[in-house]
């Protein structure tokens, strides 16, 4: 028996249970924490303790947009602060989304819980705060972001994906090629069908040195989008340290892209 058919009997050996398992073990990373570690440093509950989905920075400039940040696979709310230390000062209101199954949030783990999830965060963002209300997701956040925001389009004035992928399935075929990953995840995260009809402006960032998501995935992205559409390399930045290639001018001109039709 070949190799890869060998691979793919053996896999069809594994329940469906295990196979859930398995593919949520090379995909999410949460980070447990407890409330009370999250909320300091000028970052509040939102919108209440009692129904806690993410972390809130008011801004230190009059404010004119909001905007819900949707983190990768690693970690909670809690280690995006930079964000809001980036964007408050612009006069962006940040909330940090915070997903089921990390840090405080009961919940569990997948492409169906997330994307619920982060719809209903815009909605919620939305009738709390009007418009315009952009939306950022960075690599895992960005398939998450770009799912949620296609269902809720009227109420985002405009996208940032960070270090983003076009379907999951490429990354994963990218990585394990001797897998046959078609097969194996559960969760897809095609962020190329959910914005093809997507019409708001679209900010595609990508990291030129990207050793997790290679470049490559966010430009056919890029190339694919029929919306008013950005393409920018970070020079020289990995998955893990692009924020440290960028300044307040570069802030400033993403946010010049994205609200232009808002301002």
């Given at each position: 028996?070949?190799?890869?058919?060998?691979?793919?009997?053996?896999?069809?050996?594994?329940?469906?249970?295990?196979?859930?398992?398995?593919?949520d073990?090379?995909?999410?990373?949460?980070?447990?924490?407890?409330?009370?570690?999250l909320?300091a440093?000028?970052l509040?509950?939102w919108?209440?303790?009692?129904?806690?989905?993410?972390?809130?920075?008011?801004?230190?400039?009059?404010?004119r947009a909001?905007?819900?940040?949707?983190?990768?696979?690693a970690?909670?709310a809690?280690?995006r602060r930079?964000?809001?230390?980036?964007l408050a000062?612009?006069?962006?209101?940040?909330?940090?989304?915070?997903y089921p199954?990390?840090?405080p949030?009961?919940?569990?783990?997948?492409?169906?819980?997330?994307?619920?999830?982060?719809e209903?965060?815009?909605?919620?963002?939305?009738?709390?705060?009007?418009?315009?209300?952009l939306?950022i997701?960075?690599?895992?956040?960005?398939?998450?972001?770009a799912a949620?925001s296609?269902?809720q389009?009227?109420?985002?004035?405009?996208?940032?994906?960070?270090?983003?992928?076009?379907?999951l399935q490429?990354?994963?075929g990218?990585h394990y090629?001797?897998?046959?990953?078609?097969?194996l995840?559960?969760d897809?995260?095609?962020?190329?069908?959910?914005?093809?009809?997507?019409?708001?402006?679209?900010l595609?960032v990508v990291?030129?040195?990207?050793?997790?998501?290679p470049a490559?995935?966010g430009?056919a992205?890029h190339?694919?989008?029929?919306?008013?559409?950005q393409?920018?390399?970070?020079?020289?930045?990995e998955?893990n340290d692009w924020?440290?290639?960028?300044d307040?001018?570069?802030?400033?001109?993403?946010?010049?892209f994205?609200?232009?039709r808002?301002?």
């Amino acid at each position: 028996m070949k190799a890869a058919g060998l691979a793919l009997w053996l896999w069809s050996l594994l329940p469906s249970p295990a196979l859930a398992a398995l593919q949520d073990q090379f995909l999410y990373f949460p980070a447990k924490a407890e409330l009370p570690e999250l909320v300091a440093g000028g970052l509040r509950a939102w919108p209440s303790s009692q129904d806690f989905k993410g972390l809130l920075a008011e801004p230190t400039a009059p404010v004119r947009a909001t905007a819900i940040v949707f983190h990768g696979n690693a970690g909670h709310a809690g280690h995006r602060r930079a964000y809001a230390a980036a964007l408050a000062p612009q006069g962006v209101r940040v909330i940090l989304a915070e997903y089921p199954g990390y840090g405080p949030r009961p919940g569990p783990l997948g492409e169906v819980s997330l994307v619920n999830d982060a719809e209903q965060v815009i909605a919620q963002a939305y009738r709390q705060y009007g418009a315009p209300l952009l939306v950022i997701g960075e690599s895992l956040g960005a398939g998450v972001a770009a799912a949620a925001s296609a269902r809720q389009r009227d109420k985002t004035a405009g996208l940032m994906l960070i270090t983003p992928w076009d379907t999951l399935q490429h990354v994963a075929g990218y990585h394990y090629p001797w897998l046959p990953v078609s097969w194996l995840l559960r969760d897809r995260y095609d962020s190329a069908a959910n914005l093809a009809s997507f019409t708001r402006p679209v900010l595609v960032v990508v990291a030129e040195r990207d050793s997790i998501v290679p470049a490559q995935f966010g430009v056919a992205l890029h190339k694919g989008l029929v919306a008013p559409r950005q393409l920018r390399v970070v020079p020289g930045a990995e998955h893990n340290d692009w924020f440290e290639h960028v300044d307040d001018a570069w802030w400033r001109d993403a946010l010049r892209f994205l609200l232009v039709r808002s301002d």
